[in-house]
């Protein structure tokens, strides 16, 4: 089966230089590629009568656009009546002889042959390095033209860049590191954290920077299949994500959140770090250090949240033999609060900045992360994963089905009809866990038992002081939530490093 698995480099400093190098060539040249589709797109004459005199980005009419066999008009083939530049020689062979035009990125990878030639920046860069980030292009205009993605940007900085398959080649390894062969680069050591025993096949490489790390991403052939997908589930697991805990699971355990980012510490730290980087004199050698240094910090709490989120996802697929989880449009959650008019031409307090909050710590949560997290450890297990429609699942009882808004009080949740009590996000995992277990009818599981346990009453009397201005304004946009969960003061040891965090911040 193809995996991907992900080692750390240990690069020389001269490597370090070259593959820097190689990123900036390759960002000016993937920007300019675009330039020269979109100003093609743009400038191309659409009047059949005059003759084109130019060929790039050419295009059909959307409508016709499998005619072309393309997707889209800024890579598409070129016209009928589109002509190619007088100094480029193309051809492309077919099997039907050779004619005079080609798609897009087959002209820009020609002319990037061309440019080989020409500059010496682009003459270190492997060849096939090149082509691939034309072909990433590409990727990214299928992905604004299919998938509803956003239209490929110039970028201001360029992370990765790739090889294609069988180029990269592994030369030995030790218990501790490895040697890889990097076309263009030379021998590059890694971090040997896997068993490299297993490789059958290396197949594209990624080569990643990340603040001063550099990874590669190999796309490799390991033996063996993913299990089959069980279908007779002795046991169901259902999740309830939230902000508070991370994860309640429906046998009544919870996974804290850490808050990498949003936690008073660190939130804190990363405030100062941008601020003082921010205000270093622009183009200086002081700002790019501030900057590398804020970088060095979020990729160290990135670390951290994807290690937490994988300890997460392997407690949760362990539990049992399904995994229900809500299916959450966690896009639609972290929404800005809409505007509200006062009818005066003014504007009203809508919680704009309360939701701004909560939208950060959504964020950090990285709950989309953690799905996809329990998706691979199940599908490797050969567990189903489910979502099921998140609607009510925190208000809904689970003993006499009675749904209301204010069952739910905080952490708790109180049955306004019958006084069923429990912990809000352990029933509502259950709920999810029962969902999912409707549709497996020989499921010989019970629901765990109630615990009916609320954990005291404290935790809703320290009540936000840290956001006073988040209290104004509850009302909006904050469904699935109780905007009091988040406002819960973050109550673990961080003391050390500054205010205590139940003391009002004085924004
Ligand atoms: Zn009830």
């Given at each position: 089966m193809q995996v991907r698995w992900n080692f750390k480099f240990k690069p020389n400093q001269t490597q370090i230089i070259k593959m820097s190098e190689w990123l900036i060539s390759l960002r000016k040249h993937r920007n300019y590629a675009l330039r020269e589709r979109e100003t093609g797109y743009n400038t191309n004459n659409q009047n059949a009568d005059t003759p084109v005199s130019y060929a790039w980005g050419s295009y059909c009419d959307l409508e016709s656009r499998i005619?072309?066999?393309?997707?889209?008009?800024?890579?598409?083939?070129?016209?009928?009546?589109?002509?190619?530049?007088?100094?480029?020689?193309?051809?492309?062979?077919?099997?039907s002889g050779i004619i005079k035009w080609d798609i897009a990125s087959g002209i820009q990878m020609k002319v990037t042959t061309q440019l080989r030639h020409q500059y010496c920046s682009f003459e270190n860069i492997d060849s096939d390095v090149l082509q691939r980030n034309i072909a990433l292009l590409d990727t990214a205009f299928n992905n604004f033209w299919r998938h509803g993605r956003g239209f490929p940007q110039y970028l201001r900085k360029l992370d990765s860049f790739e090889y294609k398959p069988g180029r990269v080649k592994l030369i030995n390894f030790v218990d501790s590191y490895a040697t890889v062969y990097l076309p263009g680069i030379g021998n590059v050591k890694m971090f040997n954290?896997?068993?490299?025993?297993?490789?059958?096949?290396?197949?594209?490489?990624?080569?990643?920077?990340?603040?001063?790390?550099?990874?590669?991403?190999?796309?490799?052939?390991?033996?063996?299949?993913?299990?089959?997908?069980?279908?007779?589930?002795?046991?169901?697991?259902?999740i309830d994500v939230g902000v508070n805990r991370l994860?309640?699971?429906?046998?009544?355990?919870?996974?804290?959140?850490?808050?990498?980012?949003?936690?008073?510490?660190?939130?804190?730290?990363?405030?100062?770090?941008?601020?003082?980087?921010?205000?270093?004199?622009?183009?200086?050698?002081?700002?790019?250090?501030?900057?590398?240094?804020?970088?060095?910090?979020?990729h160290k709490l990135t670390q951290k949240r994807n290690g937490h989120n994988w300890q997460a996802a392997s407690k949760i697929v362990k539990t049992a033999d399904a995994v229900g989880r809500e299916d959450l449009k966690i896009t639609n959650m972290v929404k800005r609060a809409k505007p509200k008019h006062n009818g005066k031409g003014g504007y009203l307090k809508n919680g704009a900045s309360a939701k701004t909050g909560l939208n950060k710590v959504i964020l950090d949560c990285g709950w989309g992360d953690l799905f996809n997290k329990i998706a691979w450890l199940a599908a490797k297990s050969g567990k189903p994963v489910i979502a099921v429609d998140p609607k009510y699942s925190s208000q809904e009882c689970p003993k006499c089905k009675h749904i209301d808004k204010k069952n739910r009080s905080g952490e708790k949740f109180i049955c306004t009809n019958c006084g069923y009590a429990d912990h809000a996000d352990t029933k509502a995992s259950r709920i999810v866990a029962k969902?999912?277990?409707?549709?497996?009818?020989?499921?010989?599981?019970?629901?765990?038992?109630?615990?009916?346990?609320?954990?005291?009453?404290?935790?809703?009397?320290?009540?936000?002081?840290?956001?006073?201005?988040?209290?104004?304004?509850?009302?909006?946009?904050?469904?699935?939530?109780?905007?009091?969960?988040?406002?819960?003061?973050?109550?673990?040891?961080?003391?050390?490093?500054?205010?205590?965090?139940?003391?009002?911040?004085?924004?």
């Open positions: 005619e072309y066999g393309a997707n889209c008009p800024l890579t598409c083939p070129v016209l009928k009546h589109g002509v190619i530049p007088s100094d480029l020689s193309l051809a492309l062979k077919t099997s954290s896997r068993d490299l025993n297993l490789i059958k096949e290396i197949r594209t490489c990624t080569v990643k920077r990340s603040a001063d790390n550099w990874h590669i991403s190999m796309l490799i052939e390991i033996p063996g299949e993913l299990p089959e997908v069980k279908t007779k589930i002795k046991s169901v697991v259902g994860v309640a699971l429906s046998d009544g355990s919870f996974v804290e959140n850490i808050r990498a980012t949003t936690n008073t510490r660190n939130a804190r730290r990363l405030a100062m770090r941008q601020r003082a980087a921010s205000r270093k004199i622009n183009g200086s050698k002081n700002k790019a250090k501030a900057y590398q240094k804020l970088a060095k910090m979020q969902k999912v277990g409707l549709l497996f009818p020989s499921k010989t599981k019970k629901l765990p038992r109630d615990s009916r346990k609320v954990t005291p009453s404290r935790y809703q009397s320290s009540v936000v002081e840290t956001r006073n201005h988040a209290l104004e304004q509850l009302n909006t946009q904050l469904s699935l939530f109780d905007l009091t969960d988040y406002m819960i003061a973050d109550n673990r040891e961080s003391r050390k490093y500054g205010r205590k965090s139940g003391e009002s911040l004085s924004l």
